[in-house]
């Protein structure tokens, strides 16, 4: 995932949407598109997930085309219900 904006990276945020079909999803997430340095707009109604990085991660903003991707990795054990995630925030020379 692209990183828009510069700042600092506490933790990451997560949420589930179910594309029923084109014209309707069931979301427990934003409400609508973020913009960057805005509040965002959730539902309040569901729950989210918030996954903490041990060490917060300063981000510079893009500066001459260099962005940041957020690199990802989720694995799911059906037969324990276990989670695990890992996140990385690259420079996208390196991702």
């Given at each position: 995932?692209?990183?828009?904006?510069?700042?600092?990276?506490?933790?990451?945020?997560?949420?589930?949407?179910?594309?029923?079909?084109?014209?309707?999803?069931?979301?427990?997430?934003?409400?609508?598109?973020?913009?960057?340095?805005?509040?965002?707009?959730?539902?309040?109604?569901?729950?989210?997930?918030?996954?903490?990085?041990?060490?917060?991660?300063?981000?510079?903003?893009?500066?001459?085309g260099q962005r940041w991707t957020?690199?990802?990795?989720?694995?799911?054990?059906?037969h324990t219900g276990d989670v695990?995630?890992?996140?990385?925030?690259?420079?996208?020379?390196?991702?």
């Amino acid at each position: 995932m692209c990183v828009c904006s510069g700042g600092t990276c506490n933790g990451v945020a997560m949420w589930m949407e179910c594309r029923l079909n084109s014209n309707h999803v069931v979301t427990s997430g934003l409400l609508s598109a973020p913009s960057p340095g805005e509040r965002l707009d959730w539902d309040r109604h569901s729950r989210q997930a918030v996954h903490l990085l041990s060490t917060p991660v300063i981000v510079e903003p893009s500066v001459g085309g260099q962005r940041w991707t957020l690199r990802h990795r989720t694995v799911f054990r059906p037969h324990t219900g276990d989670v695990n995630l890992q996140f990385t925030l690259v420079p996208a020379a390196e991702a």
